[in-house]
């Protein structure tokens, strides 16, 4: 077992991300960092990321020597399919409890927020020198009526009617994400693709997709490249790609102030 091989744990971070990339030259491929309270937790596009009681939120520092095997051309490409893999990873550990993945990098249940992904690169020599992935998931979390977030995020307490084991949820999130790990690790991309794509939440739906540069664009969710961009359908029939490293946001065209 590769992820969770080693576990570093403090009560305290201000950022899990930093605290993780301090321990790159020592910490072995796998390593989780775990912090008790995180006083600074952030989401894409540098969002604060509001922390509640009973989450879980776990930070990862992958070393895969896969990436010094390929090209610098193909690095872009090998980083996301490491990002859809360690989705399918966490979206398979939660299916159970309805969750799937909302393109690019959330997890939902019943189109409500359950948890989200980020990933950061540490370049060294104009070469990814590791990852970081940071996540967290509503495992426990319980949002009131009166919560600004109570339309749009959701726990999987909230969606069961009771609460989780998070050890038992935290082992079976890390055994999943090793297994996927590996996969990548072995090349298999299109079984990787094959299972994010079954488990994507919104194909076939209409979307508006929220721009880095400030532009919405709307149309039918048709179909999630092996690469990881979305192929939408805009106004007579084009066919327009948006990457996920353009997105700042996604939502449903019926369900917008969500």
Known sequence: MIIGSKLYRTKTCANSLSWAREHLDTAPDGSVF??????KAYGRQGRTWQVYPG??????????????????DD???????LNMALSVGIAKALESYGVHIKWPNDFVVQDKKAGGLLAHVVWQNNWPAGVIFGFGINVNTHF???DALYTTATSLAMATGHDLDMRALYRNLLNNLD????????????DIYRQWKARQAYLGKRLTIHQKNGCLVSGLMSQVMPNG????????KVTQIIPFCVVSDVKLEDNLSG
Do not use: G
């Not at 961009?229 to 805009?234: A, Q």
């Open 144 to 146: 009131d009526k009166d």
């Open 75 to 81: 690095i872009p490409v090998r980083l996301n399919q």
């Open 55 to 72: 989450q879980l939120l776990i930070t990862l520092l992958l070393k895969p020597p896969l990436l010094h095997e390929c090209s610098l």
């Open 179 to 190: 297994t996927l790990y590996a996969l990548w690790k072995d090349k298999k991309f299109d």
């Open 229 to 236: 961009d979305m192929m939408l359908l805009v106004e007579d």
């Open 34 to 39: 775990i912090a008790d309270t995180l006083t």
